[in-house]
Nanobody, 120 residues
Framework: QVQLVESGGGLVQAGGSQRLSCAASGIIFSIYTMGWYRQAPGKQRELVATIASTITSDGSTNYADSVKGRFTISRDNAKNTVYLDMNSLKPDDTAVYYC??????????WGQGTQVTVSS
């Protein structure tokens, strides 16, 4: 059974920092592209950042324009965990953040989400 469990969400003031973690189980974590997505109230879910596998690919990262220079995605294959370090947070970053694990066309899994609220 695949599980992606996010943690680290909560309330933070604008300009502050927060780290999200996503612990994966039930998959061969190292071969998966891992990502963070978010969904604000009344809006569609959107990509925040992805990080490719370091085994089947080059471990490259990709960011939404809105978070470039502020957010950093990283992974620890030994711990089956992906992180999202968020700095200079803005009220517009308020959303439910979801962890995603994807492997070609055979695997696509989601976590339950963690709420991040940035107060102005």
């Amino acid at each position: 059974q695949v599980q992606l469990v996010e943690s680290g969400g909560g309330l933070v003031q604008a300009g502050g920092s927060q780290r999200l973690s996503c612990a994966a189980s039930g998959i061969i974590f190292s071969i998966y592209t891992m990502g963070w997505y978010r969904q604000a109230p009344g809006k569609q879910r959107e990509l925040v950042a992805t990080i490719a596998s370091t085994i089947t690919s080059d471990g490259s990262t990709n960011y939404a324009d809105s978070v470039k220079g502020r957010f950093t995605i990283s992974r620890d294959n030994a711990k089956n965990t992906v992180y999202l370090d968020m700095n200079s947070l803005k009220p517009d970053d308020t959303a439910v953040y979801y962890c995603n694990a994807r492997f070609r066309s055979t695997g696509n899994y989601w976590g339950q989400g963690t709420q991040v609220t940035v107060s102005s």
